[in-house]
C-alpha cells in the first residue's frame, strides 16, 4: 500500500505532475480533484502495479488521452485508440462554424441537409454536430475501417448511432459512386479535419505524435493540401450535378493563401471565408458554392 503523497513523491520526477494525476484518477476511479485534496488516501499494491505500467508508457511519450483511452471534445467524452486521432481543441472552431450554419436554416430545410464528415476518425466532429441539431441526414466517412470501429462505438455512447451512417471510403468516393442522383439539388456541408501536414512539419513534431498517432491521419502529399485538392475537385462533381455546398477545412494557418489559390483555380464563383481558432490563428476555411 502506498498513499496519493507517496507516489506523487516517488513518481514526479518520471512523468509530468498533471499527467501524475491523471493516471492516478483513472487508477483509483476517481476526479482528479479527489487526488488533488486527499494525500493520505492508500492504494492497494495491484493498483499501484498498473499505475507503474502506465507511467512508463507515458515515460516513452506515448500521449495521456491513448493511455486514458479518452479524450473530451466538444464537452463529451470520446473513446480513442492508436487507430483515431487525438481530437483537438482547436478542431471544435470546425463544429461551432458548421452549427452556426445549420442553425440559422430552417428546420423544413434542415430535414433533407446531408451533413458530412470527411476523414471522421474517432467520429468526434459529426457526433457533435449530431448531438446539437434536432435533424438532419448525417454521415461519417473515413479511409480506415479501424478508425470507424471507434467512431460507430463513440456514436452509441452518445446516442445517436441511429442518425449517423459511418462509411468507409476515399474522402467523398461513396457518395460519388451513388451516381449523385440521390443529391442532385441537395444542400450539402461538408465538415473535413483531413490531413493536412506538410513533410517537414510532420518531420519536426514531437515523438508522442510521430512515434504514436496514425501517420495515415496527419501527414498530406502537395504542403500538406493534397488531400484537400482531392476533396475540392469531388466537390466540384457534386457542384455540377446542382448541389449547393458550403464545405469547411480545417488548416493549418500557413497554408491559408496556398489554399486560396488552389479553390480560385477550381471554381470561378466561390465566396471563401477563414476563421481564426482560440489563438487567433487560420484555422478553418469556409466556402459557399
Ligand atoms: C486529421 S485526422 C481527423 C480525425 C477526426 N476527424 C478528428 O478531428 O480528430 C484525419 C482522418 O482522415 C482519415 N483519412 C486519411 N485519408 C483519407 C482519405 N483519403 N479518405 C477518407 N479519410 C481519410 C484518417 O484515417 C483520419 O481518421
Not at 493536412?196 to 495515415?216: C, F, G, Q, T
Request: charged share 25%; net charge positive.
Amino acid at each position: 500500500m502506498l498513499t496519493i503523497k507517496d507516489i506523487l513523491n516517488i513518481y514526479h520526477s518520471k512523468i509530468d505532475y498533471l499527467d501524475l494525476e491523471l493516471l492516478i484518477s483513472a487508477i483509483i476511479g476517481k476526479p482528479r480533484e479527489f487526488v488533488m485534496s486527499h494525500p493520505e488516501y492508500r492504494i492497494n499494491s495491484l493498483k499501484i502495479e498498473n499505475l507503474k505500467l502506465k507511467i512508463a508508457r507515458r515515460a516513452d511519450h506515448e500521449p495521456i488521452a491513448y493511455i486514458l483511452g479518452q479524450k473530451e471534445f466538444y464537452g463529451l467524452n470520446f473513446r480513442i485508440n492508436k487507430n483515431t486521432l487525438i481530437p483537438r481543441p482547436e478542431s471544435e472552431l470546425l463544429v461551432e462554424r458548421a452549427l452556426d450554419l445549420l442553425r440559422s436554416m430552417l428546420r423544413s430545410k434542415l430535414r433533407n441537409t446531408i451533413i458530412i464528415d470527411v476523414g471522421t476518425g474517432s467520429g468526434n466532429i459529426i457526433i457533435s454536430i449530431a448531438q446539437n441539431l434536432l435533424s438532419g441526414r448525417f454521415y461519417g466517412i473515413d479511409i480506415s475501417e479501424n478508425a470507424l470501429l471507434v467512431a460507430r462505438q463513440n456514436a452509441k455512447l452518445h446516442k445517436v448511432s441511429k442518425r449517423i451512417k459511418f462509411i468507409r471510403g476515399n474522402l467523398l468516393e461513396p457518395l460519388l459512386k451513388t451516381r449523385s442522383t440521390g443529391l442532385k439539388d441537395k444542400k450539402i456541408i461538408i465538415v473535413a479535419n483531413l490531413p493536412y501536414l506538410a513533410k517537414n512539419i510532420y518531420a519536426s513534431a514531437s515523438p508522442d505524435i510521430k512515434k504514436y498517432e496514425p501517420r495515415l491521419a496527419l501527414l498530406s502529399g502537395k504542403n500538406g493540401l493534397a488531400h484537400y485538392e482531392k476533396l475540392l475537385i469531388q466537390t466540384k462533381k457534386l457542384s455540377v450535378v446542382g448541389c449547393r455546398l458550403s464545405v469547411f477545412m480545417e488548416i493549418s494557418p500557413e497554408q491559408k493563401s496556398a489554399l486560396q489559390k488552389m479553390i480560385k483555380s477550381f471554381f470561378s464563383k466561390v465566396k471563401i471565408a477563414f476563421h481564426r481558432d482560440l489563438s487567433d490563428r487560420w484555422r478553418v476555411c469556409q466556402i459557399e458554392l
